[in-house]
């Protein structure tokens, strides 16, 4: 039976509110691999301060046949808010979804440190809806709050 192994890293760090995000990733270094394929996932901790590397989750889903790769891969990356891969099949997908990921498709292979300055910059800027709710971040200046409430 296949196995998943977390490497966690200690970095003595607590970062309030911080998203989880995994890379899928052949070399630490940049997105380049498939969902189904990676072997490796780069685990971040994503805050308005920063980032810093949680840690690699290693997957080897070798002697595995058909969905159950899929359903080993997502429960080896459990507690991950984001994903992000070159590509995904639509089934895997929707069971990361399920799951409570939210997966990110990237056109090309892509630095992992440029999605985290990106995602950085984002979350200190006007985050989506999703994003904060995965922070638990209140917007009290949001315009639409009084519209809502107005319903």
């Known amino acids: 039976m296949a196995e998943s192994m977390?490497?966690?890293?200690?970095d003595g760090q607590s970062m309030p509110n911080a998203v989880k995000v995994a890379f899928a990733t052949k070399d630490l270094e940049e997105v380049n691999a498939?969902?189904?394929?990676?072997k490796e996932f780069?685990?971040?901790s994503v805050g308005k301060e920063g980032f810093s590397l949680h840690g690699v989750v290693k997957t080897d889903t070798g002697d595995i046949e058909g969905d159950d790769k899929t359903d080993f891969k997502v429960r080896a990356l459990s507690g991950v808010d984001i994903m992000y891969c070159e590509s995904i099949g639509g089934t895997a997908a929707a069971k990361v979804i399920r799951a409570g990921i939210h997966?990110?498709?990237?056109?090309?292979a892509t630095p992992i440190e440029t999605i985290?300055?990106?995602l950085v910059k984002m979350i200190n800027g006007n985050p989506p809806p999703w994003i904060k709710r995965i922070m638990q971040v209140e917007t009290p200046d949001d315009v639409r709050l009084a519209r809502w409430s107005a319903e």
């Open 34 to 38: 498939h969902f189904g394929g990676a």
């Open 42 to 44: 780069a685990v971040y």
């Open 6 to 10: 977390k490497i966690t890293v200690e």
């Open 116 to 118: 985290l300055r990106d």
């Open 103 to 108: 997966p990110m498709k990237v056109a090309e």
